[in-house]
Every structure is written in C-alpha cells, then in structure tokens.
C-alpha cells in the first residue's frame, strides 16, 4: 500500500493540533501583513509563514509508505519549521536598530549564512548519511541519529542565545510600562516556542514511551505560545 493507516493519536494529533496551528499561523501572517507592509512588519509575517509551511509538509508525509517521498517530505518540514526562528532574530535586529541601520542588506547575509549552513548540513547528514529516517523499521515515525540530534540542538542554539539577549536588550530600553508588560508576553512567547522546538527535537530522538505520553499534551501548547509573540508585539506593528 502507498497510504498507510493512521493510529487514532496520530490522527488526532494532525487533525487538532498542527491543522490548526497552522492555520491559526496563517491567519496572523495575514493580520501582520494587512496592518504594515514593510520590512519589519514582512519579516515578523515571514516567521508565521515559514513555520506553517513547515507544519503542512510535516502533515504531508504522514500517509505515505514511500521511503524516499516520506523523508523528502520531512526533510522539508524540519527546513522551514528549524529556520523559521531565523526570521525572527532578523526582526528583533530590524527592531533594536532600525531598518535604516539594520539595512536589507544585512539581514539577507545573516538568513543567507543560517540557511545555506543548514541546508547543507541538513542535505549531508540528515539525508545522504540517513541522520533522520522514517521507514518500515521506525513504523513509519521519523527517528533522529545522534550526530543529527546534535546538529539541530547546536544549529537552533545559534538563534536561541542572540534572540534571547536582544529580546531583554529590547525589553530593558522601554521606558513605558505598557509597552513593557507587552514585551514580557512576547518574551513568554518566543521562549515558549524555542522549548516546543527543543521538546520536538527529543520527542523524535529519545524513544521512551513516557516522554511521549506527555509530550503530546504539552505540544498543543505552541499554539498559545505563537499567539503570544503575536499579542506581545505584532499587533502593534
């Protein structure tokens, strides 16, 4: 059979979960984009954008029994969903420096250096030296080698640290006390996702049937978590 069947958790963990962060994702992009169509404002709908995109090729792999498809298609859902947060580094500089300081130029060279790194790698070790595998043999889940893990922990470490300081560089310039309880949403936000994306990191490279029970009712929670980076500070933009 190409399809294959759906457990009921997997099934349940599609249709409610990533269907609706993704949509709610897009639904953001589009309130960012319809208030402010510069720079700022299309970086900050760019990181909603990219991660949805990442959930969709994530559920498109699902049905398939086709090695090949099955890990193309999650090749390019770990892709977007792992260098979304690259955007949002680039906005937080746009913010702290201005877009005249902080030029189009800049933050081309900086998403450039991330994603050619990181497609590169990712094409080496996740795909030639078969550092994720989904098959028969992983019952058609993905699994992480550890080399691979190590890379992902290491490679969303390099936007972690940086947006975490100029997240409290930011936060520690406001003078108003509004802007400032705003900005602790954000930051509530933007650490809530970066701890989504470590937990999914080792939800897929540590097979313990415990962590996983509790996995899944802690992953719903990027949904919260994307909403408040967007209450924090897109809708001001």
């Known amino acids: 059979m190409i399809l294959q069947s759906f457990d009921f958790s997997r099934l349940i963990g599609v249709a409610l979960n990533q269907s609706f962060v993704i949509i709610l994702f897009f639904l953001m992009s589009y309130l960012i984009l319809r208030r402010n169509k510069n720079r700022l404002s299309k970086t900050f709908a760019s990181f909603y954008l990219c991660e949805a995109v990442g959930f969709i090729f994530g559920m498109l792999y699902l049905p398939f ?31 702290l420096q201005s877009e005249v300081i902080f030029t189009k130029k800049k933050q081309m060279i900086i998403l450039s250096i991330y994603f050619m790194i990181y497609l590169i790698i990712l094409l080496i070790i996740g795909l030639l030296l078969e550092g994720f595998q989904i098959n028969e043999s992983t019952g058609w889940r993905p699994h992480y080698s550890l080399p691979f893990f190590m890379f992902l922990v290491t490679y969303v470490s390099t936007i972690v640290v ?13 003078q108003n006390p509004q802007l400032k309880s705003r900005w602790v949403q954000f930051l509530i936000g933007m650490v809530g996702f970066m701890f989504i994306l470590y937990g999914l990191m080792l939800y897929i490279f540590w097979s313990n049937e415990l962590y996983r029970f509790i996995w899944g009712f802690i992953s719903p929670a990027v949904i919260i978590f994307g909403y408040l980076i967007y209450r924090g500070t897109g809708r001001q933009l």
């Open 65 to 95: 029994k086709i090695n090949l498809l099955a890990n193309i298609l999650y090749f390019f859902a770990i892709l977007f969903i792992f260098f979304g947060p690259t955007l949002l580094l680039t906005f937080l500089l746009i913010l």
């Open 162 to 174: 940086p947006t975490m300081y100029f997240s409290i560089t930011i936060y520690q310039k406001f």
